[in-house]
């Protein structure tokens, strides 16, 4: 990112559902171990992206994980935990 | 967990540390939030109530939070003792140390280089009037602040200088006290070595660089909104009929190579959005900052750095003969200079932090935090448009009550991480509604520090100049609708919060953006 460009990110009215491509990488917090289903969730905004692997004890975590399928109508996607990052902040 | 290696060996236990062991409480979880507590009743009461600014009584106020909530805890009272160390020790609390001594020498040289001097010189040379004058003071104090970094700094500094002069141009005075509390926020909430930017950036895990650029467009739209109504309102308020010249008193302050100070606010401004160390950065504006003191003349070394050599000392035949020493009396003796006391002027806040942090760790560990947080999430903050309204709101209300604002920011930085985090709210977004909110109404409020700084030096120009009589002060209850930047960055971050503008998500920004400091 440049040095210009640095300055000028963000100048938009950003969805409350953002959307995801299959195939994309991407950084997330896990939000919750969600009850229903089970699985691990990441919220994005108001888009939920649930987890196909990983454990409980990463909710809370940063995490690398990639984008396996997202229905855009639902604002629903599956994704694939890669690798644990970092703790959340406090 | 199927993988939890980082790539360089890092496990995530290394990342989190020890297992750590919860607190129980008398009470129950809630209890956790007695020291916590406490301490924001004792801020509220000295700072709020009886109006003292002084950090370091709230350094006693959070030893004593600790001792009370000590009270509350159940069976052995180590487990109690170590989560004190354990927060204290804590990465971000070392973190907003570092970066807070830096900044602090960095601001007192550029103090010591008469950079107000260079200011005073070009607000003479653009010869604006009275109507015009506090929309002049209102730029310059945002720029003496985006290089100083204390809002504190400029409103004592401004207060003495410019608001005098401005009384005597016929500028009116409510007003141009805002003014100068605008450009105080202005520069608060801007700055790379401001206190509340590093606290901002570093309790949300992101690079003040990055901070500083992405916080930019929210500060400029504020900006031109309260520029726009300094023009406006200059013009239509009446100042004052003083038949005495303001000349005389800019001639007097003027310093026009002070000037050259914007260059080594620039240096680190534009070193830390390229993405270096903070540390680094403020350091290459240290050195530009010193060299441009010495060689253009606008303080000798001995301001920077001065050794007072006690005369009963076996170096004082020859110390006297090095620039950065004297010999003195042996009750004189000490050290002193811009380096020395820029560090110094952030120990009662660094001890401040460490001890609120420590408070905090309780509170998590006591699950009073999380409590809380909870609540929130099912009550108030429950999508991300009202949950950043919640940051927005909460972190509004917390330095309204809490008036030294760097404290309120401290204490409210954890439920902007963690309910930010809760939606996935990119880091910068995260640490700029907490900065902005904490700079805007931290020179608001009539209790708010800011303003009573800049109060304190108003009520001292009647002994300082005959002309000047205390119908002239102004009152902090009388400035509070005139602090337009202040306002204006509060409504930037409501409209922001409600409508998603400037909003991004994590996945916006890859970590390297965000990993650094």
Known sequence: MSMFSKFLTGM????????????????VYVTELD????????????????????????VGCRVLATVESFDNAEHRGRVSHRKTLSQGSF | ?????????????????????????????????????????????????????????????????????????????????????????????ATAVVAWLWAGMFSNTLQAGGFVGGLVWAANAADVGGALFPAATFILAALFTTGIGTGYGAAVAFSALFFPAGILLGANPVLLFGAILSGAVFGDNLAPVSDTTIVSAV????????????????????????????????NAMAGLDISQQA???????????????????????????????????????????????????????????????????????????????????????????????GAAGFFPLIVLVLLIVAGSEIMIRGGGFEAIQEWLLENVATGVRKAETTMVVGTALVNS?????????????????????????NSYRRANILDANTSALGYIFP????????????????????????????????????????????????????????LEYTTDRKSKDVTRL
């Open chain 2, 203 to 234: 309790t949300q895990d992101a690079d003040i660089g990055g901070v500083v650029a992405s916080r930019f467009k929210y500060a400029v739209i504020a900006a031109v909104l309260a520029l726009a109504a300094y023009v406006f309102a200059g």
């Open chain 2, 447 to 502: 209790w708010g520090g800011g303003v009573l700084i800049g109060f304190a030096t108003l009520q001292g120009l009647p002994g300082q100049y005959e002309w000047f009589t205390s119908a002239m002060v102004v009152n902090p209850v009388q400035v509070w609708p005139y602090v337009f930047h202040g306002w204006f960055l509060f409504g930037v971050f409501l409209l922001s919060a409600l409508t998603g503008f400037g």
């Open chain 2, 401 to 425: 009550m809490i008036t030294i604002n760097t404290a309120a920011e401290i204490a409210i930085a954890p439920y902007i991480a963690r309910i930010g985090q809760r939606y996935n709210i």
């Open chain 2, 247 to 341: 000349q005389d008193l800019f001639v007097q302050n003027s310093e026009p190579a002070g000037l050259l100070h914007l260059i080594s606010m620039l240096v680190v401004i534009v070193t830390a959005v390229m993405g270096r160390h903070i540390v680094e950065a403020i350091s290459w504006g240290l050195i530009v900052a010193v060299v441009f003191n010495v060689v253009f003349d606008l303080a000798p070394l001995s301001d920077v750095l001065l050794f007072k050599v006690p005369e009963t000392s076996a170096a004082a035949s020859w110390a006297g003969s090095l620039p950065i020493a004297e010999v003195v009396a042996a009750e004189n003796a000490g050290v002193t200079g811009s380096i020395y006391n």
């Open chain 1, 12 to 27: 938009s009215f950003r969805s409350t559902t953002p959307t995801f491509e299959a195939g994309e990488e991407i950084e």
């Open chain 2, 1 to 93: 967990m199927s993988d939890t290696d980082s790539g360089d060996g890092t496990e995530i236990e290394e990342i989190s540390g020890p297992d750590v062991e919860a607190i129980e409480f008398y009470g129950g979880r809630w209890m956790s939030v007695v020291p916590i507590g406490v301490f924001i009743l004792w801020a509220i009461v000295q700072s709020g109530l009886f109006g003292i600014g002084d950090t370091t009584g709230l350094v006693a106020g959070m030893l004593v939070a600790l001792i009370v909530g000590m009270f509350f805890a159940k069976g052995d009272w180590k487990n109690y003792a170590n989560t004190i160390f354990d927060g204290m020790t804590k990465r971000v609390a």
């Open chain 1, 35 to 58: 009850e229903e289903s089970g699985e691990l969730v990441a919220q994005v905004g108001e888009t939920r992206l649930h987890f196909e692997n990983g454990e409980a004890d990463i």
